[in-house]
């Protein structure tokens, strides 16, 4: 190669050179990121280092699916990919393909998987959650018998409120048979009918707080009937049993704080409230003596017999001013009667005698249209065997009967024959 090249030419020479070279094409390199770039476009770009170098690194949106967890600073991760130029500023760096946690970031990828898989289940779900009683008395505690964890709890709770009962099933922490020896301890503590579990222990890396990570723990707080606290690690420390308990405390101080009262703050507050209650009583019993002495005035008011005396006195002076009334109006009812009287005696008498007139016209007309009186004149009222009467010859047949009747008495014949005259 002579001559003179330009920029462009040297960058693709090299670029060519990292294509054709058989481990810069398929190559995996761990480090810790950092300068870690989200970028608009979906382009993750982030920096590769060890304790000596590092190398620049770019993940396209392209391959963002296969990556299982969201890359920040401080991860230790397995990268792989090729190695290529980037011919526009001739550095060379890292195009990745997929990226997985390494190391620590291997119990990572298992935390989060555990964690996404028991969420699924619904075990983190806060319908489960009960609640932490605001006095516990008896307070269960699940840890290691010689930790930081048992003593600041134990310093607290005496602080706190001196006559709590606490009740330590020593329990291993870390290492080997430890998620058993944790479970094992809900178990027996679930089983005595206490108030409130604390389980947890000081802080430490992933790998010593795994036990509280492991699903035989985090089984046990969940199907336990007492209330438990979860307090692992440091504030910043996150686990298994910290989603699954029913409340999650940043460290062991802190789970004794939230279990336990203060004593005498509890004691003040009875105080007060019994002053309270006190003054509250005195108010009631007041306005209750009040009430009372309008209620009797009431009943004094509304009294029975009183009211029956009242009730005879307005009857007996409803009967003097009947009997008045009765006899006034009956006074008067005789003066008018009497008045009445001497006036109707004479009309009576008039009209008798105008009736008596009048009646006795009308016998002289019904005398005069009498037949009885045209009988005794000579005359005759003829009607047939049956008593019909008979006012024309038409009506008459030979040998039919026929009754005269006179002015006293009458006679039956038979017709012998009819005559019509004209």
Known sequence: MSGVY?????????????????????????????????????????????ENAAISC??????????????????????????????????????????????????????????????????????YKKPIPPYVQKLGIVTAETGAAIRDIINVTSRRNPYMQLYLCPARVQGEGAAESIAAGIRRLDRLGLDVIIIGRGGGSIEDLWAFNEEVTARAVFDARTPII????????????DFVADLRAPTPSAAAELASFEY?????QLMDTETALQRALEHKAVLLRRRLSLYQASLEKYDPKRRTEAMRKRLSDLRGRMSFVCRSRLGHASSELGRSGSLLLPALLGKLKSRRTALSACAGRLEALSPLKKLSGGYGYVTDGEGRPLRSIRTVRPGMDMVTRLRDGSIRSRVESVNEEG
């Open 230 to 241: 979860s307090a692992v690690g440091h504030e910043t420390d996150f686990s298994i049993t």
């Open 58 to 127: 770019i993940l396209f949106a392209s391959r963002r699916e296969a990556l299982s967890f969201r890359l920040q600073d401080g991860q230790e991760v397995e990268a792989a990919g090729r190695i290529s130029v980037y011919e526009k500023t001739g550095s060379y760096q890292l195009y990745a393909d997929s990226i997985r946690l390494s190391g620590r970031g291997e119990l990572y990828e298992r935390f989060l998987e555990r964690k996404a898989r028991l969420e699924e289940m619904g075990m983190f779900d806060a319908l």
């Open 6 to 50: 330009s920029v462009s030419q040297i960058n693709r020479y090299i670029q060519g050179l990292f294509t054709r070279d058989f481990v810069l094409s398929g190559v995996r390199v761990q480090g810790e990121v950092s300068n870690c770039k989200h970028h608009s476009s979906g382009h993750i770009y982030f920096t590769l280092k060890d």
């Open 264 to 268: 005498d703050a509890f004691v003040h």
